[in-house]
């Protein structure tokens, strides 16, 4: 006799402070569990194109992003991120370049007191 369900913990953290809570995943007879799967018979999403999670990277397993047919094994935690409120590339470009700006005001300041 096979299993026909999975023990899985769903972390929900779309909702600001995250919430903990465990699932069945069922399973049809020698199929593997996916992501997907999970996502669909929580009712969070109803197929890979759902607006709900068109954004890239909203779910993954153990803080590790993963796609839509990633396999969940028993025990596993899909995590359920929230939007990013800034984009942490712009913010990095941002302060280099205002790390570069005062390198250059720096620089001009040395040139002007060795003129004096």
């Not at 006799?1 to 069945?24: E, S, T």
């Not at 759902?50 to 990633?70: E, I, N, Q, Y």
């Amino acid at each position: 006799m096979a299993n026909n369900a999975i023990k899985i913990f769903i972390c929900d953290a779309r909702d600001g402070k995250p919430i903990l809570k465990a699932f069945q995943l069922k399973l049809a007879e020698g199929e593997i569990p996916s992501l997907g799967q999970a996502l669909i018979q929580l009712g969070i999403a109803s197929s890979a194109e759902d607006p709900v999670l068109a954004r890239k990277g909203c779910f993954g397993v153990f803080g590790k992003r993963k796609d839509w047919d990633s396999p969940i094994y028993e025990g596993d935690r899909l995590e359920l991120y929230s939007p990013l409120l800034i984009d942490p590339k712009t913010v990095r470009r941002k302060k280099a370049n205002q790390n570069q700006d005062a390198k250059f005001q720096a620089a001009a300041a040395k040139r002007k007191a060795r003129r004096l």
